[in-house]
């Protein structure tokens, strides 16, 4: 018998070979086994490498065994599920009325086109696919342009029925394969937000050049603010819906579809100051749906929503960094009106001014370091339009301090300019809005009203303008107050 390593002869009825077998000998073994198994898990690793980057085009760990073989997965891009605070049911709406109406577990329900959706799912609503399934009446809802993205410059239909409402003249195949068509463009991510630096902009001179009808539908219409892709008109309005009260609720028009407002999902309060991050994932809004006046932020991948101020006070006039990623808003939590900060999260609650004064209204500075608020000095007759800084946190200067009533203000992207409204009479009344120069003080008022009263201007993301609501014929109506670009010398 012979050894099968070394081909020794062995000795009679013996297996071990006395030359192999040596205890120097096992341990060389062992050394090399070990090679050669790190050597099989780098080679599996670089080839596992280069088959994600082919195949799965490096996104391979979003994806289970189970979702292979079935050919689902979880988008990379998709928002975590927001698991405290009230919850939406899944359920179908209420006989006799689209309103979502609270139950005794503190849920409430969503709308018919989200029964069935899990978030992932191909189809789930996301704000980059604005629109909701629900037809306000009397609306005709806008044609099947919603199927770009918001990213790209229009907004998604994402589903059948939207196709099919939103085109009511087409036929079923063709709402379908439009629909399609908006799903597959749906999931492109929206851009960071990118702090506008003023230094790197060329200096130029505003005037008004303008006046364009936005939304004068029934109802109200007022707290408007246009989305980053320059077409999505997203605001307040308390148009009736059918049911037994018409409260204010949040709406979405594209400016470019022919069609009107669509309402984005009920609440069982009035919605007000609504606004969306950039990537139209989320909103963020006030509302009285609980004992008193709280900001929620809502999740359109989700469905769900969340309380951001809790319990304590009266929270209002939420406004969203340019990141998305922190909320402003007025309490009087702490005794009287005071400018506080929380993550859009719900985690790190500041308080950003306090003291006797009546601090309201903040708006982000485009570079997201800064605020700008309403400061009343003599109610309804003196106010003043502060500038402060977040990050870091100093002290409140003065951007607009004449014995007015200057209130409602919101800075230019580029920074160099601030819009905001002032009272002409000591009642509060005869509301005009005016642009002022920050570093020179020059300033001009917007006339295209007509003497009505004219509200909240909001800048559009590319500085042409501004949308704002004024009284109108009797009700509260949307416009684009134009600018007109002169170069200085």
Known sequence: MYCFR?????????????TCDTPQK???????????????????????SI???????????????????????????EPAQIASGPQWETVSPPAGGSQAQPTGSGKGTVPPATVGFKPGQPGAPSMAQLPS????????????????????????????EVAAVMAPDASPAT??????????TAGAAMPAAVAVNPADLPDADLAPAGLEKLETGAGNNYHGSLAADGDSLIFSSNRPTGGAESKYQ???????????????????????????????????????????????????????????????????????SPDGRRVVFTSNRGGSNDIWLVGIDGKGLTQLTSGPEDDREP??????????????????????????????????????????????????????????????????????????????????AITAFGGADAFRPVWTHDGGGFVAHADREGRKSLYLVTLKKTPLP
């Open 6 to 18: 070394c081909g020794h002869e062995l000795q009679p009825r013996s297996a071990v070979c006395p």
């Open 26 to 48: 096992r341990r060389q073994r062992h050394r090399q086994r070990l090679l050669l198994g790190l050597f099989i898990f780098l080679a599996g690793a670089f080839t596992g």
């Open 51 to 77: 088959f994600d980057s082919i195949v799965f085009r490096g996104r391979l760990w979003d994806h289970s065994l189970i979702d292979l073989l079935t050919g689902g997965g979880r988008q990379a891009s």
């Open 133 to 160: 399934l629900e037809r306000p009446a009397g609306d005709a809802l806008a044609a099947a342009s919603f199927a770009q993205n918001v990213a790209t410059g229009a907004v998604a239909a994402g589903f059948d």
């Open 175 to 184: 709402a379908s394969a439009e629909a399609a068509s908006a799903s597959e």
């Open 250 to 320: 949040c709406y979405f028009r594209s400016l470019k579809a022919k069609g009107g407002a669509v309402r984005l999902f009920p609440w069982p309060g009035n919605v007000w100051t609504p606004e969306s991050t950039r990537d139209g994932n989320r909103l963020v809004f006030s509302s009285d749906s609980e004992k008193s006046e709280q900001v929620f932020v809502f999740d359109r991948v989700t469905q769900q929503h969340r309380n951001l101020t809790g319990t304590s006070g009266k929270n209002m006039m939420p406004a969203l």
């Open 363 to 444: 708006r982000w500075w485009p570079d997201g370091k800064a605020i700008v608020f309403t400061r009343i000095v003599q109610k309804m007759k003196v106010s003043h339009i502060m500038k402060l800084s977040v990050d870091p946190l100093g002290k409140p200067e003065s951007l607009v301090g004449d014995q007015s009533r200057n209130w409602l203000a919101d800075p230019s992207p580029d920074g160099r300019w601030i819009a905001y409204v002032r009272s002409k009479s000591n009642d509060g009344s005869d509301n005009e809005i005016r642009v002022r120069r920050i570093d020179s003080g020059k300033e001009f």
